[in-house]
């Protein structure tokens, strides 16, 4: 991607923001954490307790949306039980559904998010077995947890979170690949998936133009809507969320589906949407953007991972048949849109106004 002059990073490259510095540094984060948590032998160098069977994820923001895309995941590929739930909606619940073998995980950049601290002590007097992710050593949440996994993305800067979520991501895909393990299962393929994900990562840089075209036309329109299946809803969300923290422009992110019962009726002519297609979705999402466009006529962008999707006014290609790639790639697209998107609205996006780091109390 073009780089411009103000932030430098050790390698003496140019970026433009620290959110664009770090959604750069992604490629050589996953590999790191590869690096560190797995060895040749394709074992998976993280402690966990030994009988797991019902899991919860409990965070905020950004790392919420690590939860939804992480939820299904648990439950696709390590066939366990897995729900997620905000901080701030957990400590208003009344009951906690908890089993023989329960772990509840948090997940959390800063590990001092003040909501997602105060479902964790609530889920603790319960003698729940608690495990937490952050990318912050000794940080409260790192304490007070039996079970920890540092995400290990360097320290992250850029309110709006992009690094520390990919790391969070990957790290929950190593829990889930090591409870497969466990059950006697070989995930060899998957991880060399993984491995294989970096390179792919800097393969998305190659849309760039595509990307900037897309944020300029983005920058036209104050109606936006990000579409996506399962794993991909909470990706669209995570785009919404980055576009809204940068840009101050109310996206909003629905499942493909749900969207045709209703919602739809949002769009026209001065609308657009942002539609994520894969594999999996790629008949049933081609399908409804075509009655999408002929009763509504909005703008249409997709970031498809499907190389002969056209379904677009603009397709950005992120080609891959892996899911566990996809996701990634959908994402670090939305990230750059969203960064994007802010140069050209003249938004500082290391300056949000009114957000900071860390939420507390
Ligand atoms: C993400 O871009 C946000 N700045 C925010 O939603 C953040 O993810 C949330 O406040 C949770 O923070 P944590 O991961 O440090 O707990």
Same mark, same amino acid.
């Given at each position: 991607?073009?780089?411009?002059?103000?932030?430098?990073?050790?390698?003496?490259?140019?970026?433009?923001?620290?959110?664009?510095?770090?959604?750069?540094?992604?490629?050589?984060?996953?590999?790191?954490?590869?690096?560190?948590?797995?060895?040749?032998?394709?074992?998976?160098?993280?402690?966990?307790?030994?009988?797991?069977?019902?899991?919860?994820?409990?965070?905020?923001?950004?790392?919420?949306?690590?939860?939804?895309?992480?939820?299904?995941?648990?439950?696709?590929?390590?066939?366990?039980?897995?729900?997620?739930?905000?901080?701030?909606?957990?400590?208003?619940?009344?009951? =906690?559904?908890?089993?023989?073998? &329960?772990?509840?995980?948090?997940?959390?950049?800063?590990?001092?998010?003040?909501?997602?601290?105060?479902?964790?002590?609530?889920?603790?007097?319960?003698?729940?077995?608690?495990?937490?992710?952050?990318?912050?050593?000794?940080?409260?949440?790192?304490?007070?947890?039996?079970?920890?996994?540092?995400?290990?993305?360097?320290?992250?800067?850029?309110?709006?979170?992009?690094?520390?979520?990919?790391?969070?991501?990957?790290? &929950?895909?190593?829990?889930?690949?090591?409870?497969?393990?466990?059950?006697?299962?070989?995930?060899?393929?998957?991880?060399?998936?993984?491995?294989?994900?970096?390179?792919?990562?800097?393969?998305?840089?190659?849309?760039?133009?595509?990307?900037?075209?897309?944020?300029?036309?983005?920058?036209?329109?104050?109606?936006?809507?990000?579409?996506?299946?399962?794993?991909?809803?909470?990706?669209?969300?995570?785009?919404?969320?980055?576009?809204?923290?940068?840009?101050?422009?109310?996206?909003?992110?629905?499942?493909?589906?749900?969207?045709? =019962?209703? =919602?739809?009726?949002?769009?026209?002519?001065?609308?657009?949407?942002?539609?994520?297609?894969?594999?999996?979705?790629?008949?049933?999402?081609?399908?409804?953007?075509?009655?999408?466009?002929?009763?509504?006529?909005?703008?249409?962008?997709?970031?498809?991972?499907?190389?002969?999707?056209?379904?677009?006014?603009?397709?950005?290609?992120?080609?891959?048949?892996?899911?566990?790639?996809?996701?990634?790639?959908?994402?670090?697209?939305?990230?750059?849109?969203?960064?994007?998107?802010?140069?050209?609205?003249?938004?500082?996006?290391?300056?949000?106004?009114?957000?900071?780091?860390?939420?507390?109390?």
């Amino acid at each position: 991607m073009e780089t411009k002059k103000t932030e430098q990073n050790n390698n003496q490259e140019h970026y433009c923001s620290i959110m664009q510095k770090e959604i750069f540094e992604q490629p050589g984060v996953v590999k790191y954490l590869l690096e560190k948590y797995t060895d040749e032998k394709d074992s998976i160098n993280i402690e966990l307790p030994s009988k797991i069977d019902n899991i919860v994820i409990v965070a905020s923001g950004s790392s919420y949306n690590c939860a939804a895309i992480a939820a299904p995941l648990f439950i696709e590929y390590a066939d366990i039980p897995c729900e997620y739930e905000y901080s701030s909606e957990f400590i208003l619940q009344k009951k =906690h559904f908890i089993t023989p073998d &329960s772990l509840y995980i948090f997940v959390s950049q800063s590990g001092e998010t003040s909501d997602t601290l105060n479902a964790l002590s609530a889920i603790k007097a319960e003698g729940v077995k608690t495990m937490c992710i952050t990318n912050a050593k000794n940080s409260t949440m790192w304490n007070l947890c039996d079970y920890r996994i540092l995400s290990d993305a360097g320290e992250e800067k850029s309110i709006a979170s992009t690094k520390a979520l990919t790391a969070q991501i990957l790290c &929950s895909i190593l829990v889930l690949l090591k409870i497969k393990a466990h059950k006697g299962e070989d995930i060899s393929g998957y991880l060399n998936t993984m491995r294989r994900l970096p390179a792919y990562l800097e393969r998305i840089k190659n849309e760039e133009q595509k990307i900037k075209s897309a944020a300029k036309e983005l920058s036209n329109y104050s109606n936006i809507s990000i579409l996506g299946n399962k794993n991909y809803y909470p990706v669209a969300k995570e785009g919404a969320l980055k576009i809204k923290e940068t840009c101050y422009l109310n996206v909003m992110a629905y499942p493909f589906g749900e969207f045709m =019962h209703g =919602h739809v009726a949002v769009l026209n002519q001065k609308s657009v949407v942002v539609a994520i297609i894969d594999e999996e979705n790629a008949q049933f999402a081609v399908r409804n953007l075509q009655k999408i466009r002929n009763d509504y006529s909005p703008k249409i962008i997709c970031i498809t991972s499907v190389q002969d999707v056209k379904a677009g006014d603009l397709n950005i290609y992120i080609k891959t048949k892996r899911k566990l790639k996809a996701i990634f790639g959908s994402l670090l697209t939305l990230q750059l849109i969203a960064c994007e998107l802010a140069s050209i609205l003249k938004r500082n996006p290391d300056q949000p106004k009114g957000l900071k780091k860390v939420v507390k109390d």
